[in-house]
């Protein structure tokens, strides 16, 4: 399981070794699996070390440092290296260290030059420090538009391009001439985009939040330092990072408790549930379901049809007749009746796909979520949860997407609009959780679930293939199986209810990725569960 900290968190735990005077051995690590990571794009797309041409975007901050040494050790390699310089400040010792190793420099039209010492008094200059005016004074005719014209041809020929513009302190994006270039280097596409590496975050995503601000430059690449930073394991931000590579600098024992967690392939295969050799139907967990109604009988149908084939003891119905007689047309297995939820053994409920407009269904879906059993609560029945009272709702999991949410929080009036949702769920889930004192299963690119507590988990094992009418049925009928089967061995706090809300969405995401370049909607979903589980439990935890 990935954990992964704030960038307050980040900056704590390297303090102490920075106190040691060990910045400079963070600073080389974290370099060298940057450089590496590099390589490794290279080569993924036919191109060596030697020869290849590299461009480096390099902030005023640490992470402009951590970008030059980068290049220092791909230049050393045979790399033609150049560093487009955006700060008042640049790093003495690694831009030093990149001259020497036959890197070049370049400014952007407003990067302003280094400045010599606030008092003016004399000093005599180190020599990182004269290497750093030197490539000042060098370079300083590189302000003419027939240099910046020479520098965006650098740009386009680039075999990979660096980005070190801006690390966890930044705040706000990008701005000026960096912001300007970022967003051309943007726009190219196909083979005139160079490939991209982010320095530990891509310039302008919230190491935090996820939030995205300014123009980003879409990274094939993230290697990110010391630990996994929470913006990149949630949207916006993560859809900008690209496939993410860790590198442990040794801040590990520093690192206070992570809030943010994400199931790996290996803990799916560890988590799905197995029979036992003396398990029953009602020790397998039994499923309650009231979905479907005479104007949407199909999202009763996907969410049984799923729930059905994750294996729990017996799924229970409870719903119009006419969509009882298709499910037994489907799923003869499925005990389906137009009882109340009070009258029946289950260990846990679904309620609300498809149920608008269907007030039997709205009378059974308030049964179920007043019943105190674990109880996911999704589409039509979303409107009959109000903020918590104390513990009120601390056995349910709410699935909304952020349209619903937008909606769910302003009926308890909290103005947050879906754009607002979208552009920082993180937070806009933990809100949810907090308030309504349920478990919160915020549905995206990202799918984010919060427990009342703060901790989150994020998965986005996913494709786009799942934005199809019917794939949010299919979750709820998958999660309320893993939900009966995991209550009927044990008690269920909200913790147990995000981690199994997290195991559900992650399996469904999976079952998007069978057949992959092929055309896909929600009423294939269900059959790939057998096969997909099965190929999750042979992954084995590495270590």
């Not at 640490?62 to 790093?91: E, F, K, P, S, W």
């Not at 726009?187 to 300014?214: I, K, M, N, Q, Y």
């Not at 009418?469 to 009928?477: I, N, V």
């Not at 099965?534 to 084995?540: F, R, S």
Request: with cysteine; charged share 20%; glycine share 12%.
């Amino acid at each position: 399981m990935i954990s992964a900290h704030t960038a307050a968190a980040v900056r704590a735990a390297e303090e102490p070794l920075l106190l040691a005077g060990r910045g400079a051995e963070l600073m080389l690590r974290a370099s060298h699996g940057l450089a590496q990571g590099v390589v490794k794009i290279l080569r993924s797309r036919g191109c060596g070390v030697y020869g290849s041409l590299v461009l480096v975007l390099a902030g005023s901050g640490n992470n402009g440092g951590d970008a030059l040494y980068a290049g220092a050790y791909l230049a050393a390699r045979g790399a033609r290296t150049t560093a487009v310089l955006t700060g008042a400040r640049t790093h003495p010792e690694a831009l030093a260290a990149f001259r020497r190793a036959g890197g070049r420099c370049m400014r952007l039209a407003d990067a302003p030059q280094e400045s010599a010492a606030a008092d003016g008094a004399a000093r005599v200059d180190t020599p990182e420090e004269s290497a750093v005016r030197d490539c000042a004074n060098r370079e300083s005719a590189a302000r003419g538009s027939a240099a910046q014209a020479a520098l965006w041809d650098e740009a386009v020929r680039a075999d990979a391009v660096l980005d070190g513009l801006l690390g966890t302190g930044g705040r706000g994006g990008l701005r000026g001439a960096a912001a300007k270039f970022v967003a051309r280097l943007q726009a190219l596409e196909g083979s005139a985009r160079p490939a991209v590496v982010a320095c530990d975050l891509p310039s302008g995503v919230d190491a935090t939040t996820g939030a995205v601000r300014g123009p980003v430059l879409r990274a094939d690449m993230t290697v990110t330092f010391g630990a996994h930073k929470s913006g990149l394991l949630t949207a916006p931000g993560e859809q900008w990072c690209g496939a993410v590579e860790f590198i442990d600098i040794g801040i590990a024992d520093f690192l206070g408790e992570a809030t943010v967690f994400r199931l790996e392939a290996a803990d799916l295969g560890t988590l799905l549930p197995q029979p036992a050799a003396a398990d029953h139907k009602y020790t397998r967990g039994v499923a309650g379901v009231v979905a479907g109604s005479g104007q949407y009988p199909g999202a009763g149908l996907l969410a049984v049809s799923a729930a059905s084939a994750c294996g729990p003891g017996m799924v229970r119905y409870l719903g119009p007749a006419a969509v009882a007689a298709a499910i037994h047309g489907r799923n003869p297995e499925v005990v389906c009746s137009e009882a109340s939820p009070a009258e029946l053994r289950v260990q846990a409920w679904l309620v609300g796909p498809g149920i608008d407009g269907d007030n039997a269904q709205r009378e059974r879906a308030a049964d179920a979520i007043a019943s105190g059993l674990p109880t996911v609560v999704d589409a039509g029945a979303l409107e009959l949860v109000a903020p918590a009272q104390k513990t009120d709702n601390a056995h349910l999991i709410l699935t909304p997407h952020a349209g619903e949410l937008a909606a769910i929080m302003a009926r308890a009036g909290i103005g947050l609009d879906r754009a607002g949702i979208e552009a920082e769920p993180l937070a806009a889930a933990r809100t949810a959780a907090e308030l309504f004192g349920a478990v919160v299963l915020l549905k995206g690119a990202t799918t984010v679930v919060a427990a009342p507590d703060g901790r989150v988990f994020t998965q986005s094992n996913g494709t786009p293939r799942l934005g199809t009418a019917g794939s949010g049925d299919t979750l709820a009928g998958i999660l309320v199986a893993l939900l009966a089967m995991a209550a009927a061995t044990q008690p269920l706090v909200p913790y147990d209810l995000a981690r199994t809300a997290a195991l559900a969405a992650a399996l469904h995401g999976e079952l998007s990725r069978v057949d992959a370049d092929a055309p896909l909607n929600a009423g294939e979903l269900a059959a790939r569960i057998p096969h997909v589980w099965a190929q999750l439990c042979q992954i084995k935890p590495q270590g």
